[in-house]
């Protein structure tokens, strides 16, 4: 695994001093935007929310990044400038992602690509998932008393961390897929590092709630004042031992991350924690990215294409899709009680085959009928109009070939999005993630540590039968992550679109996807859109919204209604092709800090 090739520089490079004056005066524009509602006590969600800021949304000609922060936004949107492709804008927004917002994603995670490759008109998926180490067993998270150990007690120190994958997906992706040389995508980030950015208000707030993350010493030197209070929003924080991890990749590669002392450090600081990891250097030496073949269905005449197993999102979005397909969303519009009635219905179907059936595809059979058209209609039979099934069962799709048990794990929400389109008609969407908010609360060279392996089952089996996403040696856990390209009639890009939110991810694309295609909403008011939906429980609607008004009657027809903060984080692009050529229009989702660039 090396780092991407030298082609020739294209286009006019920017110098540092004037990226950070730019990148400057776009965090000065985040912090004056009206945060409503922050509330230390919003706490609830793993990645706790922290209100709403308006957002103007954007329309563009050539090329453009959406992602949830204004620096890596343009940092992003600088490669483009210089005559980078989709990928080096991801590169180097999510280089940016991790300095800036550290709980969400970066180096210590892990990610999922999508990408449309012009050249071939062919829609590539990338799997760079964390990994199990050698050494892990099924039982790994249950405790002396024969019990699955406390969310918390999973995930906090070395027991849940698994080998980061985001660094080698980076690399193979540039590799494949860049125009700009590896060294130049890391300029912006170093910069902000060695120089400091302004400690944003989503951080600040995150930090005042977090309750773990001054356990680890590294953490709490590099978060929070001598006073033990988070930095305030505002205050310039540098971090040399990131800038010095992004030298290091950046002159020798993936290999001098996966191989060598970063490795080294990685390990030796997860097995002396409390709750030790069996992490080893041969495991990051292991690691491998792998193409795997997306998944594409289709919906109203478009294509919609998101990733394979191990992540749920892209099956499950297309069978939440297909399962809406035949009522008439378009007449009855949005925030309105028969839209919520069937989106939460075919959510619940959904569910439920996804937590029997999906996990690593290395280790599990996948039945080849989940998208079967007629299994779709015979599970849609089941949504009545006027009663709702309340828990749905998981089906039997055609190629089912062995007996498993559901599996209900807790996902949670430490996850970033970014959409990119560039000139040359490529785009990509990429989710990328630590797991939890600030991960396993473990920092090493200037990044947080994913807790990624609590996303496998705590419980190996249930009733006799094994549980898919189980812990095995190797294996990656399974996710909910569903970045996804959406093509028009001509297989061209016609949506870019993702969002973190941990296992509701599924419900945010899916929405979004509703939102543009029979709503005939903007991106913005995609994003805006109050969020909704069920995960094989509750009927779920979005606080302090609309949707409110609808419990009432969402109850009559039986459902159980919660009223929770359900914080997505969509950053969605859109092709509007008009008289005058192509054209993109893009949103950013309001419960985050993001933005749109583009021209």
């Known amino acids: 695994m090396t780092g991407g090739h030298t082609s020739a520089r294209l286009g006019r490079r920017t110098p540092n001093t004037n990226i ?20 230390a006590a919003q706490n609830q969600a793993p990645e ?12 563009f000609r050539h090329q453009g990044v959406a992602a949830a922060n204004p620096l890596a936004v343009e940092a992003g949107y600088a490669m483009l400038r210089q005559g980078g492709s989709a990928i080096d804008a991801a590169i180097a927004t999510q280089l940016v992602l991790g300095l800036v917002e550290p709980q969400s994603s970066g180096l210590g995670g892990g990610a999922f690509i ?43 120190g070395g027991r849940a961390v698994g080998v980061p994958g985001t660094v080698a997906l980076l690399a193979e992706t540039h590799r494949k897929h860049g125009r700009l040389p590896w060294r130049q995508l890391f300029e912006p980030a170093v910069a902000l590092a060695e120089q400091g950015f302004p400690v944003s208000p989503r951080l600040n707030m995150q930090l005042k709630g977090e309750r773990f993350l001054k356990l680890d010493p590294a953490s709490r030197a590099y978060f929070y004042a001598p006073d033990g209070e988070p930095w305030p929003v505002g ?41 030790a990891s069996d992490l080893t250097e041969a495991d990051f030496s292991a690691y491998r990215v792998f193409e795997r073949d997306p998944v594409c269905a289709p919906y109203r005449g478009l294509r919609v294409c998101g990733m394979p197993p191990p992540s749920s999102g892209g099956i499950a979005v297309a069978q939440i899709l297909s399962l809406v397909e035949r009522f008439p ?28 059936y999906l996990a690593d595809p290395d280790f599990v059979a996948i039945p080849r009928g989940m998208l079967d058209a007629a299994y779709l209609k015979l599970r849609g039979s089941q949504i009545d109009l006027s009663r709702s099934m309340k828990r749905a069962e998981a089906g039997t799709p055609p190629g089912s070939k062995v ?111 509703v939102a543009l295609v029979d709503w005939g909403l903007t991106p913005q008011q995609a994003a805006d859109l109050p969020n909704f939906g069920s995960r094989n429980g509750p ?26 903060d359900f914080t997505s984080g969509l950053h969605i692009l859109q092709r509007t092709d008009g008289r005058t050529g192509r054209q993109w229009r893009g949103g950013a989702d309001p419960r985050r800090e993001g933005i749109v660039l583009g021209d």
């Open 20 to 39: 950070l004056r730019r990148l400057a005066a776009l965090t000065l524009l985040a912090l004056c935007s009206t945060h409503a509602g922050l509330s």
């Open 48 to 59: 706790a929310a922290t209100g709403r800021s308006a957002k103007q949304g954007l329309s």
């Open 114 to 156: 999508v990408l449309h490759d012009a050249k071939t008109g062919r829609t590539r998926s990338y799997d760079g998932r964390e990994t199990a180490p050698a050494a892990a067993k099924p039982e790994r998270f249950i405790g002396s008393d024969g019990l699955p150990l406390k969310f918390y007690d999973a995930v906090v």
């Open 235 to 275: 205050y310039a924080l540098k971090n040399p031992e990131y800038a010095a991890t992004l030298k290091a990749i950046r002159d020798g590669g993936a290999k001098a991350f996966y191989e060598g002392d970063i490795a080294a450090d990685i390990v030796r600081v997860a097995r002396a924690q409390a709750s």
């Open 329 to 356: 969303l378009a007449a009855w519009g949005p925030n309105a009680p028969d839209s919520l009635h069937v989106f939460a219905e075919a959510g619940r179907l959904a569910f439920a085959d996804r937590n029997r």
């Open 403 to 513: 007996a498993l048990a559901p599996d209900a794990t807790i996902e949670a929400s430490g996850t970033s999005h970014i959409s990119v389109v560039d000139r040359y008609g490529n785009a990509v969407a990429m989710t990328t993630t630590i797991e939890d908010q600030f991960g396993a609360r473990v920092m090493v060279r200037g990044f947080l540590l994913n807790n990624e392996l609590t996303d496998f089952s705590f419980v190996p089996q249930e009733g006799g039968q094994p549980v898919a996403n189980r812990i095995e040696a190797g294996k990656r856990p399974r996710s909910s992550i569903a970045p996804t390209i959406v093509y028009d009639r001509h297989n061209k890009p016609l949506i870019v679109t993702g969002s973190p939110g941990g296992s509701a991810i599924i419900n945010y694309v899916a929405k979004s996807i």
């Open 539 to 564: 009927t779920e609607i979005e606080r302090g919204t609309a949707l409110e008004a609808l419990k009432p009657e969402l109850e009559r027809r039986g459902h159980t209604v919660s009223v929770i």
